[in-house]
């Protein structure tokens, strides 16, 4: 049978009139569920997915930069206030097991002298030598500091400023002249008389 217009139209229409008599019927509520359940997810090896999270690009704001900056900042403060020590308690440390070993009490001198440029200590201790033993300027304390490795007794000692002045220790409770206008501090070890440190 030849198609003319009208036979076209005419399918058409009949087409368009099965088509309007078609219903339409909700599909179940559990359709979804189903279908979604059926798909199992896709397994990445451990690779891909360090390889994927590498590669997605992360919002940064000073906002969340903030607590990572002052958690940095509070471990290196931690760091410095451990790893730092005064001058004088280092000598300290580095001495402690030679110390003990030879059976010396540490005893830390100190003296609240700013305006010096040098200061020794000269006592019985060494004989009296005229090298004395150097003391170290701690600007945390602002004191001069020493660490004296000394057996236990009785030792006579002075402070020499700058090279010249002799100077009796202001904090020693003893002290006795010594025959040249001056006087020595004296410091018992062992006895505990508050000029002494045992480490």
Do not use: C
């Amino acid at each position: 049978m030849e198609k003319t217009p009208g036979n076209v139209e005419r399918d058409l229409s009949r087409i368009a009139g099965l088509i309007a008599d078609i219903r339409y019927a909700e599909p179940p509520d559990s359709l979804a569920e189903t279908i979604l359940g059926r798909i199992k997810p896709k397994k990445l090896t451990f690779f891909k997915r360090l390889w994927r999270r590498l590669r997605t690009p992360v919002p940064v704001t000073p906002l969340k930069l903030l607590p990572a900056g002052v958690s940095v900042l509070a471990i290196l403060v931690l760091a410095l206030t451990l790893l730092w020590r005064a001058p004088a308690e280092r000598i300290v440390t580095q001495r402690i097991s030679e110390v003990s070993d030879q059976g010396l009490n540490t005893v830390m001198l100190t003296l609240d002298r700013p305006d010096a440029m040098d200061v020794e200590v000269i006592g019985s201790f060494n004989d009296w030598s005229s090298s004395g033993v150097r003391m170290i300027w701690d600007k945390d304390r602002g004191l001069w500091v020493v660490a004296l490795h000394l057996r236990r007794g009785s030792y006579e000692y002075a402070f020499r400023v700058n090279g010249k002045e002799i100077v009796a220790d202001p904090r020693a409770i003893l002290h006795r002249d010594d025959g040249f206008g001056h006087r020595n501090s004296i410091l018992m070890v062992g006895n505990d008389n508050g000029n002494e440190t045992r480490i």
